[in-house]
Nanobody, 126 residues
Framework: VQLQASGGGLAQAGDSLSLACAGSGLPLNNYAMAWFRRAPGKEREIVAAISWNSVNSYHSDSVKGRFTISRDNPKRTMYLQMNTLKPEDTAVYYC????????????????????WGQGTLVTVSS
């Protein structure tokens, strides 16, 4: 599986951005997926995660109510809709995939994921 993240850019506080993660190589409906981010000088952290069939999803406390993870398996794409952006959302955002077609689980740790996109930079100014 190869993942390509896109949609990052420069935004002002309060703006919205939408990230996309396009997969190729194998059907994405075999994979649980997630968005992580790494802010300058900080460790990579989970932002949101979703099961292969979208039955279950997770959003970190820092983005809950502002960001929404979703996926469109026929289009082989996962999304992150980011609303009411804050300067502290500034980071490189990475998408990740983990082979899992047998549970309805999402996964929260970077070590859980076998495949990673290259990252897309989101910069939010105040």
């Amino acid at each position: 599986v190869q993942l390509q993240a896109s949609g990052g850019g420069l935004a002002q506080a309060g703006d919205s951005l939408s990230l996309a993660c396009a997969g190729s190589g194998l059907p994405l409906n075999n994979y649980a997926m997630a968005w992580f981010r790494r802010a300058p000088g900080k460790e990579r952290e989970i932002v949101a995660a979703i099961s292969w069939n979208s039955v279950n999803s997770y959003h970190s406390d820092s983005v809950k109510g502002r960001f929404t993870i979703s996926r469109d398996n026929p289009k082989r794409t996962m999304y992150l809709q980011m609303n009411t952006l804050k300067p502290e959302d500034t980071a490189v955002y990475y998408c990740a995939a983990r082979l899992d077609h047998y549970t309805h689980d999402y996964f929260l740790h970077s070590d859980d994921y076998q495949y990673w996109g290259q990252g897309t930079l989101v910069t939010v100014s105040s």
